[in-house]
T-cell receptor
Framework: RKEVEQDPGPFNVPEGATVAFNCTYSNSASQSFFWYRQDCRKEPKLLMSVYSSGNEDGRFTAQLNRASQYISLLIRDSKLSDSATYLCVLIMDTGRRALTFGSGTRLQVQP | DTGVSQDPRHKITKRGQNVTFRCDPISEHNRLYWYRQTLGQGPEFLTYFQNEAQLEKSRLLSDRFSAERPKGSFSTLEIQRTEQGDSAMYLC?????????????FGQGTRLTVV
């Protein structure tokens, strides 16, 4: 089983729509969680960290469910510029400090 | 430009040749990571340095791969006897040891094509 699993998509949504992605992780020792965004043929960039109590940054809301071992990302009022691949990322509390990435979920926002 | 810098951006090599990539992290960052990414996949962890110490290597990293960070600043990743399966984007990232769980900043990557 992969350490981090995501639906690859693509999610095709119209502008203005609300879209949600989930990500599940297998290692309960996972300590920290993030969503990264990666545009086509570009490097990944941090979108937001995910906190236990959930957190919001403008149109983006991230939530963590440790009991069920999943995190989610909600995007409201989608813009064309939101089209990208969204990578679920975690750091495991096993001494490893490296980021572990999911395969990503591709979002295409259409006019 | 104070971001993570990787060189070269693109490399085409013949199977069996050796290649070396360089990464210059953000200057105050102690942690440096190498990842490999193929089409449709997320970045796969290869190795991690804290200052000059290589603290972790993935099982993905065969003995043809070696990485160094001799003075705790820039790093090199060498692939010996390249194979077609080595074709991928090689990404370097750095982060600060000062704060736990801080953002990792990625370079633009080196795209390797083995022909």
């Amino acid at each position: 089983r992969k350490e981090v699993e995501q639906d690859p998509g693509p999610f095709n949504v119209p502008e203005g729509a609300t879209v949600a992605f989930n990500c599940t992780y297998s290692n309960s020792a996972s300590q920290s969680f993030f969503w990264y965004r990666q545009d086509c043929r570009k490097e990944p960039k941090l979108l937001m960290s995910v906190y236990s109590s959930g957190n919001e940054d403008g149109r983006f809301t991230a939530q963590l469910n440790r009991a069920s071992q999943y995190i989610s990302l909600l995007i409201r009022d989608s813009k064309l510029s939101d089209s990208a691949t969204y990578l679920c990322v975690l750091i495991m509390d096993t001494g490893r400090r490296a980021l572990t990435f999911g395969s990503g979920t591709r979002l295409q926002v259409q006019p | 430009d104070t971001g993570v810098s990787q060189d070269p951006r693109h490399k085409i090599t013949k199977r069996g040749q050796n290649v070396t990539f360089r990464c210059d992290p953000i200057s105050e960052h102690n942690r440096l990571y190498w990842y490999r990414q193929t089409l449709g996949q997320g970045p796969e962890f290869l190795t991690y340095f804290q200052n000059e110490a290589q603290l972790e290597k993935s099982r993905l990293l065969s003995d043809r791969f070696s990485a160094e960070r001799p003075k705790g600043s820039f790093s090199t990743l060498e692939i010996q006897r390249t194979e077609q399966g080595d074709s991928a984007m090689y990404l370097c990232a750095s982060s600060s040891l000062r704060f736990e769980n801080t953002e990792a900043f990625f370079g633009q990557g080196t795209r390797l094509t083995v022909v």
